[in-house]
């Protein structure tokens, strides 16, 4: 149900039942979005663990990397 469609049809209730449904409303909307930033904020923790790992893996290879062009350095 499109939300002008809800406005619609909450326009039909009686005041006090009105109220009470949007305070309902408003209450689902609140957990809801909790819930979806409970969310962002893991998947946001998880994108700073992998960049972490990233960044290491990163350091190991050129490491390796550096060791490998020593040994050929010092063969020839």
């Given at each position: 149900m499109q939300l002008h469609e809800i406005a619609k049809e909450i326009e039909k209730?009686?005041?006090e039942t009105r109220e009470?449904?949007?305070?309902?409303i408003e209450y689902k909307t609140?957990?809801?979005?909790?819930?979806?930033?409970?969310?962002?904020?893991?998947?946001?923790?998880e994108i700073k663990a992998l960049e972490k790992d990233?960044?290491?893996i990163k350091w190991i290879i050129g490491?390796?990397?550096?060791?490998?062009?020593a040994i050929i350095a010092f063969k020839h």
């Open positions: 209730l009686p005041a009470s449904v949007l305070k309902f609140d957990q809801n979005m909790e819930k979806v930033i409970a969310k962002i904020e893991g998947v946001q923790a990233n960044n290491t490491i390796a990397f550096a060791i490998l062009l």
